[in-house]
């Protein structure tokens, strides 16, 4: 019944910047923890972000500090990534996924495991 679905992504120039978005249905926002991950070509899935299902904890991949905000749009049950300063290494598939209030290893982390349900994924490409 938990659906994620992203959408954001596309081709921007390096230093460019977006934001994506995962909107999630059957659950609130209130009872999973949403993180964003990618995974570039030949490489292993790498956390990106994430953020807690109540208050204002979160999470971001050190190499990204800076970058990165995440936030939530409640009215919309979705959780937005805005993406600046973007570099031809940030070219990947970004996912988002829920990490459920039920699950033993609910936490706010980017660890790929932990999520149980993930998107399809959106492209980003970063490229002159």
């Known amino acids: 019944q938990l659906q994620l679905v992203e959408s954001g992504g596309g081709s921007v120039q390096p230093g460019g910047s977006l934001t994506l978005s995962c909107a999630i249905s059957?659950?609130?926002?209130?009872?999973?923890?949403i993180g964003w991950f990618r995974q570039a070509p030949g490489k292993e899935r790498e956390g990106v972000s994430c953020i807690w299902n109540r208050g204002s904890i979160t999470n971001y991949n050190d190499s990204m500090r800076g970058r990165l905000n995440i936030f939530k749009d409640y009215a919309k049950n979705t959780v937005f990534l805005r993406m600046n300063s973007l570099n031809p290494e940030d070219t990947a598939v970004y996912f988002c996924a829920a990490l459920r209030v039920s699950s033993e290893y609910y936490r706010c982390g980017i660890q790929p495991a932990p999520y149980t349900d993930w998107g399809q994924g959106t492209q980003v490409t970063v490229s002159s």
């Open positions: 059957g659950l609130t926002l209130n009872d999973v923890v």
